[in-house]
């Protein structure tokens, strides 16, 4: 009786905040975006929503709830670390704000849940079973998404190879990235992935790999190609940070097919899918992660203090109605990618065309559409003067005397917070990654219900009490 009481108190609980009226939000006035000191305008009349109903805020459960970066630290645009309290003008950074914890169950079988995604992964990239992550553990892309199909773990036999989505839900930018470490002793490095509950192995030195060489495959192949018309898959690095798209055949100058990490997962195939909404304000809410975007972005670029400070100029605006705006972490901004679109295969952004993107002009002279910043400082060795970015449009190299996209839109990497891009005439890297130091800024915010509630509180307060009440 007494849990029949409390499940029907839930569900009227819950059916009043479906049936609550949603605050109606006033738009702020046009703003210019043509400096960072500036506030924004939209660069395009918004399109009407395309439902009566859809300017209502989500009332559900987040089915893409995005497991947050795990960043406590602050940094200056010099990489010094400085005190979360009391950091000036480069206020709204990563560790400021706090999203959904990372949560994960060793289940004692080989397998570790998130529990946050609701995803079950193998917790060993160990295939060999010989207790030593190396090489030898590696697949090449073909192996990898065949070998799903038989791999058996723990009595499950349903397992299969992530998404690119999937696997940046494990990444962890607590991580240090050792790029430039010319020592062989991965003892006191710190991996972008949860080593207390995850095996992890840094690249295999003694068969003539880099310490960086810590792949991990996905199913995600680019639309397009990359490197001069290579094949493409994007994968996660967990040894320093990053999505990058790699050949799913041999690197540029190699014989033999690249070779992959691997970690298999199981449970809801449809995780990673955005459920777009637009309110016909200016805004659009993603139902699938709880958060609210601005339609538009920033229009201009800036370097990553000026976005910091600028996002707290719209704040103070009360742009579009609201006055509590954010630059977004690494993993809320990869959220908004559609590896469906490239700027070669929809002459787009790699985004949902509900979104505007602002043109530019790249490295090769080719229409393109920018990186844009987030509030992850991409720690190394050294400090934190970097920040992650994700490239919407291509991800552009330096290769064999010539600018090219070499990782794919849709990529993270990071660049420096301050400087001259025009320091670095040939990028930077093995592939001449392209330096931009004044990048764009697409606002979020964390969605409401239609009762005032916060989605993702929604997520943690709702969650277990109808579990209580099942």
């Known amino acids: 009786m007494f849990r029949n009481t409390i499940f029907l108190l839930i569900l009227i609980t819950l059916a009043a905040c479906a049936a609550a009226t949603p605050t109606t939000?006033?738009?702020a006035p046009a703003m210019n975006p043509a400096s960072p000191s500036a506030s924004p305008a939209p660069s395009a009349t918004p399109s009407p929503s395309t439902d009566a109903s859809a300017a209502v805020e989500p009332a559900t459960t987040p089915s893409y709830a995005i497991v947050d970066t795990g960043q406590t630290t602050c940094y200056n645009s010099a990489g010094r670390v400085i005190d979360?309290?009391?950091?000036g003008?480069?206020?709204?950074?990563?560790?400021q704000h706090t999203g959904n914890a990372p949560s994960y169950t060793d289940n004692g079988d080989g397998t570790v849940t998130d529990n946050v995604t609701g995803l079950m992964w193998s917790q060993s990239p160990d295939l060999n079973g010989d207790g030593t992550i190396d090489v030898n553990d590696k697949l090449m892309y073909d192996e990898a998404a065949a070998g799903a199909e038989s791999f058996n773990l723990a009595g499950y036999d349903d397992w299969r190879l992530p998404t690119i989505k999937e696997l940046y839900s494990l990444i962890m930018f607590t991580g240090i990235d050792p790029s430039g470490y010319n020592g062989n002793d991965t003892a006191n490095l710190t991996p972008f992935i949860n080593t207390d509950y995850f095996d992890f192995g840094y690249g295999d030195v003694s068969a003539g790999e880099r310490i960086i060489d810590a792949q991990f495959a996905s199913r995600t192949i680019y639309v397009s190609t990359t490197m001069g018309g290579a094949e493409t898959m994007f994968g996660v690095n967990?040894?320093?940070g990053r999505i990058k798209g790699y050949p799913v055949g041999p690197m540029p100058g190699q014989s033999e097919d690249k070779g992959y990490y691997v970690l298999y997962v199981r449970g809801d195939s449809a995780y990673g899918?955005?459920?777009?909404?637009?309110?016909?304000?200016?805004?659009i809410t993603d139902d699938a992660t709880g958060l609210m975007w601005t339609q538009n972005d920033s229009g201009a670029g800036m370097n990553w203090a000026e976005a910091l400070a600028w996002v707290e100029e719209m704040n103070a605006a009360n742009y579009l109605g609201h006055n509590d705006w954010r630059l977004p972490d690494i993993k809320e901004l990869q959220s908004l990618v559609d590896y469906n679109r490239s700027p070669d295969t929809t002459n787009s952004a790699?985004?949902?065309?509900?979104f505007n993107a602002t043109?530019?002009?790249?490295?090769?002279?080719q229409t393109d559409y920018p990186v844009y910043w987030s509030s992850t400082t991409h720690a190394n060795m050294q400090n934190g003067m970097n920040s992650a970015y994700v490239a919407f449009g291509r991800a552009m190299g330096y290769m064999n005397g010539a600018w090219m996209d070499v990782h794919g839109a849709g990529a993270q990497r990071s660049d420096p917070?301050?400087?001259d891009s025009a320091d670095y005439p040939t990028g930077h890297g093995p592939q001449g990654d392209a330096i931009r130091i004044d990048n764009y800024v697409r606002l979020v915010r964390d969605a409401e219900t239609s009762a005032g509630h916060d989605a993702r509180e929604q997520y943690s307060v709702y969650a277990p009490l109808m579990m209580f009440a099942a």
């Open 89 to 95: 003008n480069v206020i709204g950074q990563d560790a």
């Open 25 to 27: 939000n006033q738009a």
């Open 417 to 419: 917070k301050a400087g």
């Open 238 to 240: 967990f040894a320093d």
């Open 350 to 354: 790699a985004i949902d065309p509900s």
């Open 359 to 365: 043109a530019i002009t790249n490295e090769a002279g």
């Open 273 to 283: 899918e955005n459920s777009l909404v637009d309110n016909g304000d200016g805004t």
């Open 84 to 87: 979360c309290s009391n950091t």
